[in-house]
């Protein structure tokens, strides 16, 4: 564990951000009290993704009043785990809690998580809800078969009803700097990482204001990322399918033969056209199956930054040029310029 130094900063708090205009004061009137009287060095890092309301105007006025609020704004609106990455490696504290800025996770609950990993020495702390009730029963249900999902496939090291609230050692965050991984699931990669890890239980409430930014279609294209990044039993699916159509097909044979040999043979259009349906749609799951797992081969090897940094609050002038991403497994961590950064492309602000 990394201990507390007096002459950094003790807890950094990363809070993605897009179109989030509405819930803003309401954010900063529960968030800056909690962390206030912690009585240690923080800073907020809220990464502008790409924001185009009024989110970018709001943060420029806050930061006049707050200085330990620092901006991170991204050139293009580059998703959530995209954003979620460009603020832990802007980070700088020795803990790293990362929240939504919607308030359906509280933020009163980051001192306990910090009290926690000080006291037990852990590397990650969960905010795990307990309740989620204040969600429609769509969205109870399609999350609890989600966790069910990732749970059977990655194993059980994933801790149910955890999202994106968590509290991370800076030992943690450096390891999952140097992960090449280019679209990262998080609450997928951090149990990876096998860290001592406790958790902190909460009710979830409704979002404070404004407009989710998880509809159904990113929350199954979140399902896929999970999976695909992280097992290749959806190949082995396709192998099983494979393996039931033939004996199927086999099956089907058998009884031809037999009932041409008995001599009770009928036109079988029917029986053929329901078996080429069969085979059509197997064979055109298991296309599609390869074809996740080759456009993550594809856009691996293209090597392209998941987001490029217009520009931050917290660099100074010396230090706001450019980041790269690395070239390859095994880059060193990243560090400003000029090193190379991995998962990120920092250039001049605008």
Known sequence: MTAVHADRTELSVVIPMYNEEDVLPALVSRLRPVL???????????????STDKTAALLDDL?????????????????????????????TGDYVASIDADLQDPPEKIPEMLDLARAQQLDIVYGVRSDRSTDSGFKRRTAGAYYWLVRRMVGKSVPSQAGD????SREAVEALKTLPDQQQVYRLLVPWLGFPSGQVTYTRDERAAGETKYPLRKMVRLAIDSITSFSAAPLRIATWLGVVSFFTCLAMLVFTLTTYALGNTVPGWTSLFTVMLFLGGVQLICFGLLGEYIGRIYTAVQQRPTYFVASDSGAGPAQAVVDVTAAGPGADSPERVPEPRPRSSQLPPV
């Open 36 to 50: 206030d009287e912690i009585g240690a060095a923080y800073e907020v890092v809220a990464v502008d993704d790409g």
């Open 63 to 91: 930061r006049a009043h707050w200085p330990q609020l620092r901006i991170v704004r991204l050139r293009r609106n580059s998703g959530h785990q995209a954003a979620l990455t460009a603020g832990l490696h802007s980070a």
């Open 165 to 168: 609230f968590r509290l991370l």
